[in-house]
Nanobody, 121 residues
Framework: QVQLVESGGGLVQIGGSLRLSCTVS????????IGWFRQAPGKEREKVSC???????YYTDSKNGRFTTYRDAVTNTVDLQMYRLRPEDTAVYYC???????????????WGQGTQVAVSS
């Protein structure tokens, strides 16, 4: 089983930055794709980014230059660095693990508990 724990959420002003971290552990955890998702109240959960075991990184919105996903070998985490945050970025952010970055949202096998991000003026 793979365990995932998110951290780094909080309240930030418009235009601010946050770095979310996903701590991944468990047997064979290196073989899984790790995705970042978000869900606002009343909206569908959506994929933000994903990093594959071969280190390929994918973003749902390729024109969104504000978000970056990477593996941090020092902290053993998969991080989501967010810049120039907007009110529409407000959501609960989750990390998840599955066989492939191409899996549908509902098919991802392992999930963290989520961390809240709120963007306001």
């Amino acid at each position: 089983q793979v365990q995932l724990v998110e951290s780094g959420g909080g309240l930030v002003q418009i235009g601010g930055s946050l770095r979310l971290s996903c701590t991944v552990s468990g047997r064979s955890s290196d073989t899984y794709a790790i995705g970042w998702f978000r869900q606002a109240p009343g909206k569908e959960r959506e994929k933000v980014s994903c990093i594959s075991p071969d280190a390929s990184v994918y973003y749902t919105d390729s024109k969104n230059g504000r978000f970056t996903t990477y593996r941090d070998a020092v902290t053993n985490t998969v991080d989501l660095q967010m810049y120039r945050l907007r009110p529409e970025d407000t959501a609960v952010y989750y990390c998840a693990a599955d066989f492939s970055c191409g899996s549908a949202v509902d098919d991802w096998e392992y999930w963290g508990q989520g961390t809240q991000v709120a963007v306001s003026s």
